[in-house]
């Protein structure tokens, strides 16, 4: 089983960036297809960004491209999500999730992912 632990979250003023990161633990991050989700109150947990294991391949919400990046340092065992021109409704708790899943390559849908983290919260202020 691997562990998740993100970090970076914080306030920030409409316009501005934020880097959030995402360690594993327990087993290689090489061996995880990744992604970030996130969670607005009041809100289900919605898809932002995907990775594949070798970051050949990634993928966006339509909400966040051209805004966000994801990337990956497999030898820091580290998958990364920049953030840049966020807007009051970027605002949530943002969580990291991992899928062992073979078939699994950058996906958006929830159920393929079997382990996530705890939650880091991002807050835009207008």
């Known amino acids: 089983q691997v562990q998740l632990v993100e970090s970076g979250g914080g306030l920030v003023q409409a316009g501005g960036s934020l880097g959030l990161s995402c360690t594993t633990s327990?087993?290689?991050?090489?061996?995880?297809?990744m992604g970030w989700f996130r969670q607005a109150p009041g809100k289900e947990r919605e898809f932002v960004a995907a990775?594949?294991?070798?970051?050949?391949?990634?993928y966006y919400a339509d909400s966040v491209k051209g805004r966000f990046t994801i990337s990956r340092d497999n030898a820091k065992n580290t998958v990364y999500l920049q953030m840049n021109s966020l807007k009051p409704e970027d605002t949530a708790v943002y969580y990291c999730?991992?899928?062992?899943?073979?078939?699994?390559?950058?996906?958006?849908?929830?159920?393929?992912?079997?382990?996530w983290g705890q939650g880091t919260q991002v807050t835009v202020s207008s």
């Open positions: 999730a991992a899928s062992s899943r073979g078939w699994v390559s950058a996906s958006y849908r929830r159920d393929d992912y079997n382990s």
């Open positions: 327990g087993r290689t991050a090489s061996s995880y297809a």
């Open positions: 990775i594949s294991r070798s970051a050949g391949n990634t």
